[in-house]
């Protein structure tokens, strides 16, 4: 299985109303240098394999796709549709880590 392979596979496993980070998937992948990879990934891959790449965030919390075809008021209303409360502040899109980010059991 392929780097790409192993993203969109576990981006899958974040349940509703959690986040990921971009870090945290590289690193539970081996690759922890490779966060920024993590979002192209998701950004190729996502939408034809049905990853639910809304799920996934900046390490501060923050919505920071610049992506035009998934901008992130389009990422902020679909994890407010799974039950996460998304801040807006001055056009960004802050969701508290604390409360919303996934632990996977090991």
């Not at 509703?16 to 998937?25: E, H, L, N, R």
């Not at 034809?48 to 920071?64: E, L, T, Y």
Request: hydrophobic share 40%; glycine share 6%; proline share 5%.
């Amino acid at each position: 299985m392929n780097f790409y392979q192993k993203v969109l596979k576990l981006t899958k496993k974040i349940p509703k109303g959690k986040v990921a980070t971009y870090g945290q998937i590289a690193s539970m992948i081996s690759t922890p240098r490779a966060a920024r990879l993590v979002g192209w990934a998701l950004h190729t891959g996502a939408n034809k394999h049905h990853a639910p790449w809304q799920r996934v965030i900046n390490s501060q919390g923050m919505i920071s796709t610049t992506c035009l075809d998934h901008p992130k008021e389009l990422q902020a209303f679909l994890l407010k549709k799974e039950g996460v409360k998304v801040k807006e502040n001055q056009g960004n899109y802050f969701i508290d880590l604390k409360k919303f980010l996934w632990q996977p059991k090991k």
